[in-house]
């Protein structure tokens, strides 16, 4: 009840938080208040369209892996809130989440009453996240942005170490309509002196980072160059890498994610780590690399929940993250037949969405997850109809009754006909499914 309690608190903050408003000035004066406890402890800062969230919890891995205490700081959640804050590897408890949101609920109304607009729903959590990092304490503050870079609440730090992911169109017209526009929000989180990791990006996005980072002396270390993939090999449970770092290469590297893109993601954290530890002088140990590597996990990424028929569950919910996901299918997967089930939020490009999805899958199943933002069923079920034709789609209502429709139709394939469901189309609907289908 207690959580319950919080968690209709900062609901009444929600409508606002998809509402981008270009200050920081709510966030800062809520940290002026308690302390500033954000300058309590170094931070690396990520970015980018998808990717965030595995990579943040690798560079988690890692640093765990070197004998540091962690804080994690990411968004959205699949199952519960509190994954958003996590200390050393672990979510906060509930009832650690409601105390300190309590401790921080006095300052938030006093930020209130000097402000014409409230704090939203993302700058309290954020708050809470610095505070709690402070109480812990931690060594390293891992922090993905909410949305964009720039006016986004976690740059009141001024990273040492920022991440770049690739850039693609999403959040379209919050963060602009071109590859440029959004790019240039997104390099809001290179700051004066950081070393800031880029993944391979897109012509246009790349040329508007670099000019950030010579702007602000800030030291370049780019995918393809100063490091990357060097091997890949697909293997049980996930893949075999090879990754040139910037202190060295690092073989023989068990990562238990399956896809290309999460091997990139992989050597953007590795380039990271070494960046923070020792500023890409040396190589780091790599037995702890390998032991950091080997005991990362990211729910709701090409998850396998269950077998017979083989289901995942895959949270990309945009056109940019539905190509990873279709290529980490054809790599680590041979599904013969493969039914999705696809519930996304109205602000998406679905279409386009769909389009990627329809050369991987044999049948789809359109249904609808909980959030108030979501697409309604019917609308989705024409635009899917349009894609795959009417023959290939089934709609159902509600998530579970499209579970158990697209279960159905993988299970008239047989035991060997190499069938399975993928539920995919958002992260709420990723973690909606893993809630249903009872993952832990």
Not at 227 to 246: D, I, K
Not at 374 to 396: C, I, K, N, S, T
Request: aromatic share 4%; with cysteine.
């Amino acid at each position: 009840m207690t959580l319950e309690r919080v968690l209709a608190a900062l609901a009444s903050r929600y409508p606002s938080e998809d509402k981008m408003v270009p200050d920081l000035d709510r966030i800062r004066l809520l940290l002026d208040l308690l302390g500033s406890p954000q300058r309590s402890y170094p931070a690396i800062h990520l970015t980018g369209t998808n990717g965030k969230t595995s990579t943040a919890r690798m560079i988690d891995s890692l640093v765990r892996a070197f004998g540091l205490r962690p804080g994690r700081y990411t968004s959205p959640h699949l199952d519960s809130i509190t994954e958003r804050i996590t200390i050393d590897g672990d979510p906060l408890s509930d009832e650690r989440f409601a105390e300190v949101y309590d401790e921080l609920a006095p300052y938030v109304e006093l930020v209130d009453s000097r402000s014409p607009v409230p704090m939203t729903f993302f700058e309290v959590l954020t708050g809470m996240a610095f505070a709690a990092f402070a109480d812990a304490p931690v060594d390293v503050a891992v922090l993905e942005v909410g949305l964009g870079g720039l006016w986004d609440a976690t740059n009141v730090v001024a990273a040492g170490t920022a991440v770049v992911l690739p850039i693609g169109l999403d959040h379209v017209p919050l963060l602009g309509t071109t590859l440029a526009e959004i790019a240039t929000e997104k390099a809001g989180i290179i700051h004066e002196g950081a070393t800031v990791v880029l993944a391979a990006q897109p012509p246009e996005a790349a040329e508007v980072l670099l000019h950030r980072a010579a702007e602000v002396g800030a030291t370049v270390a780019r995918e393809g160059l100063e490091f990357g993939v060097v091997e890949r090999r697909t293997a049980v449970g996930g893949q075999l890498l090879t990754l040139q770092g910037l202190g060295g290469r690092y073989e023989d590297i068990f990562l238990p994610l399956h896809g290309p893109h999460q091997a990139a993601n992989a050597a953007a954290a590795l380039a990271a780590v070494e960046a923070f530890l020792g500023g890409g002088q040396g190589q780091l140990d790599p037995d702890l690399v390998r032991q950091g590597f080997l005991a990362v996990s990211s729910p709701g990424r090409l998850e396998v929940v269950r077998t017979s028929p083989t289901v995942l569950v895959d949270a990309a919910h945009n056109p940019h993250g539905m190509a990873a996901t279709v290529a980490s299918l054809a790599d680590a997967f041979s599904f013969t037949h493969l039914v999705a089930v696809f519930a996304c939020l109205g602000d998406k490009d679905v279409h386009t969405m769909l389009e990627v999805l329809e050369p991987a899958v044999s049948r789809i199943v359109v249904t609808e997850n909980t959030s108030p933002r979501r697409l309604p069923v019917e609308q989705l079920r024409e635009l899917a109809e349009e894609v795959f034709g009417e023959d290939r789609v089934h709609v159902e209502d509600r998530l579970d009754d499209a579970l158990d429709t697209a279960i159905g139709l993988a299970d008239e394939q047989g035991e060997y006909g190499g069938s399975g469901v993928l539920v995919t189309g958002s992260v709420v609907t990723a973690g909606e499914a893993r809630t249903l289908l009872r993952v832990r």
